[in-house]
């Protein structure tokens, strides 16, 4: 049996949850289907010693501020997962959990969702499935040939794994910042591999900063002027207090790309070489938008053409959380709720509300 909402948000994490308030507030009717078996999405699988970029009180949603948490300026991912849990219940979101969307499709004047328990019927539908179930791993010379454990950010997990071992992190970004710093404090034999020098933002920059850069780069291109870079323009690592610390240290050398990993280890073109027990990758995401097959509508880069949040061949179809190209900082706590209004109140118009 088919059932029918007149809209459908895919996912449950942060965004699905910021345009599930607004939706609510507007008295749409909505589901949100969650292929997660508790709240707070992504957040549930992270490192232990991931930290949020910025203080609780910056880091939330529309209509509920984050509270502090007890003795941390920068709240840990357990908080980030109680804060979500909470603002479903208080809002009395409609989520339904372990449902797994497989594919949607164009009906007439409804959209199709097929999921595992069933099929949906939609006016409208609002994808918020994020990027953390498509970790990217680059096509690095010998990289199925080295023997040693293969992960990537996300199935790191502690220190505690490579206890004695001798690791090689790859990526200059955020998460590599961090896992190394991770790592080199507890003692671990590290090698840090980057792109190009590690470029570490002010350490007074935070995500409030990274908000606004983001906010005023899309407006800047909205409105048809230079662009401003947005924060590719300020660095690439923002100096959280242990990796800040671990830099400080001197504990965070970093080594430019190996030419090939062999079995055993990384070469480098000076003919160095490096062994190692393991290698974790950190080379971020994609989209997770392979439900939108059928419809044929990701372009070459793998994203879906947009206009604000709303796909450019589809109306009845917005895409919240993916990057700035669904809205200025919009896989952020923080940026996500103003592309999740705009996303609702254009929802609200085609319903004609």
């Given amino acids: 049996m088919t059932q029918r909402t007149d809209v459908l948000v895919i996912g449950g994490g942060q965004s699905g949850l910021a345009a599930g308030y607004h939706l609510r507030r507007l008295g749409i009717?909505?589901?949100?289907?969650?292929a997660q078996a508790g709240a707070g999405g992504a957040w549930q699988h992270t490192w232990d010693s991931l930290r949020l970029f910025s203080p609780a009180a910056y880091s939330s949603l529309p209509g509920r501020f984050m509270p502090a948490q007890e003795g941390e300026v920068y709240p840990d991912a357990a908080h980030v997962v109680a804060y979500l849990a909470d603002y479903e219940k208080r809002y009395a979101l409609p989520v339904q959990r372990g449902v797994r969307v497989?594919?949607?499709?164009?009906?007439?004047?409804?959209?199709?969702?097929?999921?595992?328990?069933?099929?949906?019927?939609?006016?409208?539908?609002v994808s918020a499935t994020g990027t953390w179930t498509r970790p990217f791993l680059p096509a690095a010379p010998g990289r199925r040939e080295f023997q040693g454990r293969r992960l990537h950010t996300v199935?790191?997990?502690s220190p505690a794994e490579f206890a004695g071992q001798r690791v090689i992190v790859v990526g200059g970004g955020n998460s590599g910042a961090?896992?190394?710093a991770d790592l080199a404090h507890a003692g671990t034999d590290l090698t840090w591999v980057t792109q190009r020098p590690p470029r570490y933002l002010p350490d007074d920059i935070d995500g409030r900063a990274l908000f606004d850069a983001a906010t005023a780069r899309r407006k800047a291109l909205d409105a048809g002027s230079t662009d401003t870079g947005g924060v590719a323009s300020l660095g690439d690592i923002v100096a959280v207090p242990p990796v800040r610390a671990a830099r400080d240290a001197g504990l965070l050398p970093a080594k430019p790309m190996f030419t090939r990993l062999t079995p055993s280890g990384a070469e480098w073109a000076d003919g160095t070489f490096t062994e190692a027990d393991a290698v974790i990758w950190c080379t971020g995401f994609r989209p997770a938008l392979a439900h939108f097959a059928s419809m044929r509508l990701r372009g070459t880069d793998g994203h879906i053409a947009t206009v604000g949040t709303r796909a450019a061949d589809e109306p009845r179809l917005h895409l919240l959380g993916y990057g700035d190209w669904t809205g200025p900082a919009s896989a952020t706590l923080i940026g996500v709720g103003r592309p999740a209004r705009d996303a609702a109140r254009e929802i609200a118009d085609l319903l004609g509300r």
């Fill in 178 to 180: 961090q896992i190394a």
């Fill in 155 to 157: 199935q790191y997990g």
């Fill in 102 to 125: 497989s594919a949607v499709h164009r009906d007439g004047d409804h959209l199709r969702v097929e999921t595992d328990s069933g099929d949906w019927r939609a006016r409208a539908v």
């Fill in 29 to 34: 009717e909505h589901v949100i289907l969650d």
